[in-house]
């Protein structure tokens, strides 16, 4: 037997991919890539009724989205013949029974230990348990006795999995000691808590890593994100790609208490990666989110696209936000005339002055020269003179139809000189 290091993450396909199951997936893969071992994937669907394939297609896809790819695959529905054989091993040499139609363990009721990496010396006594059943019947094992036979089988070295399993591992450890197999080593990871303390579940919103995905979290975000609920490099780094993490990390460094899911902290990271991005990458992956309409747009006139996308990079915190606030992009804005005065400028003739004369400046500005930069050399002086409010008030109105948006040159420099003095036009018309 070689010392080398298996690991696995044994999801159950009776949900969508559980954030917590990705990050006991990750620890798994971390281990197991710092040893230079194995990391396994084996779908727990012994559970007929429960299991469903679109679960296991979440499941995966999930996965290979974060980047956590496997090394060996199994489902436990195609090795009924393995547990079968296992089953009957115990029952002939009287570890087991049946009882009606159950196969029943014959505990021996005695106090096992076992040693937990991140929690010490763990102690229970199995006499609590009794006979507990392994089996519905030969061909339907129950998950505690399939997940020893499998692990065993497939060389598991460490079983990293959620300290909800800590109250089943004495069983595991009486099955493994009937069947004269060496114990795997254990670390149980603390469980991810809400900010308020309490279980994570659906109510603190998104829980299944599809949702973030569909709201347009990146999933190195995520990884690093996930990797720091309840572990940490030990110094001062928090932006850690997944090759940086598996180099720094161990299980020494897991912590025992309850780890809090923080979404404002991932949220964070998101921007952090977000901005990271080449604009063009960027661009590509935003336009799933838009609108049909502008999404065409931005297909057909990438240069455009891109360009607002690097306007917008900085703001957004999920991809999903880039619909918001975009519009005057992809089509002429409207509003109200009144929203094109300035709140101290008397009437509305001041703007239109300010926007004939901003008109006179970006004429005389050639087509190819018209960057924001050139722009705002074009009226900047105007508008120190006149006031900054007077000026740059109406033009972001007539550009924009909004009281709140980026900077206006920087809007007129993506818009183009047609576009920005059609829509200034526009304006003074209005007046
Ligand atoms: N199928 C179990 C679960 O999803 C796996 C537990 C284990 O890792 O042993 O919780």
Do not use: C
Request: hydrophobic share 35%.
């Amino acid at each position: 037997m070689s010392n080398k290091v298996i690991t696995r993450i044994a999801p159950s396909p009776t949900g969508l991919f559980h954030i917590g199951t990705a990050r006991t997936a990750l620890f798994n893969y971390l281990y197991a890539m710092k040893h230079g071992g194995k990391f396994i994937l084996r779908v727990e669907d012994t559970d007929k009724e429960r299991s469903k394939k679109e679960y296991e297609e979440d499941i995966l896809n999930g996965l290979k989205w974060l980047g956590l790819e496997w090394d060996e695959f199994y489902r436990q529905s195609e090795r009924g013949e393995i547990y079968k054989k296992y089953l009957q091993q115990l029952l002939s040499e009287n570890k087991a029974y049946l009882d009606g139609n159950a196969v029943r363990f014959r505990n021996p009721n005695k106090k096992v230990s076992f040693k937990d990496i991140i929690r010490g010396d763990i102690e229970f006594d199995t006499a609590d348990v009794g006979d507990f059943v392994i089996a519905k019947d030969l061909d339907t094992p129950l998950y505690h006795f399939a997940v020893v036979v499998d692990d065993n089988e497939m060389g598991v070295t460490h079983v990293i999995r959620g300290e909800d399993h800590i109250s089943n591992t004495p069983r595991h450890v009486l099955l493994y000691e009937a069947f004269g197999f060496a114990l795997p080593q254990y670390a149980h990871l603390p469980l991810i808590l809400a900010p308020d303390k309490s279980k994570l579940s659906k109510r603190h919103g998104a829980v299944s890593v599809t949702d973030y995905k569909e709201q347009g979290y990146l999933p190195e975000a995520i990884v690093n994100f996930i990797a720091f609920i309840g572990w940490n490099p030990g110094d001062n780094r928090e932006i850690m790609s997944l090759s940086e993490l598996v180099e720094s990390f161990s299980l020494e460094k897991a912590q025992k208490g309850g780890a809090i899911f923080n979404t404002e902290r991932l949220d964070w990271y998101n921007k952090e990666y977000i901005r990271k991005k080449a604009t063009a990458e960027l661009g590509e992956m935003l336009v799933k989110y838009l609108p049909e309409k502008w999404a065409e747009v931005a297909e057909q006139r990438k240069d455009y696209w891109y360009k607002i996308a690097e306007l917008e990079k900085e703001r957004i915190t999920k991809l999903s936000d880039i619909k918001e606030g975009i519009g005057y992009f992809f089509e002429t804005p409207d509003y109200d005339k009144k929203l094109l005065l300035w709140k101290k400028a008397e009437n509305l003739d001041e703007s239109k002055t300010h926007l004939e004369k901003i008109v006179a400046f970006l004429n005389s500005l050639n087509s190819e020269d018209f960057t924001s930069r050139d722009i705002k050399e074009a009226i900047w002086n105007y508008a120190e003179e006149q006031g900054r409010g007077n000026v740059l008030w109406p033009l972001r109105v007539a550009l924009t139809g909004l009281e709140k948006s980026p900077d206006p040159f920087l809007v007129a420099g993506i818009l183009g000189k047609e576009e920005t003095i059609s829509r200034i036009n526009n304006a003074i018309k209005k007046i």
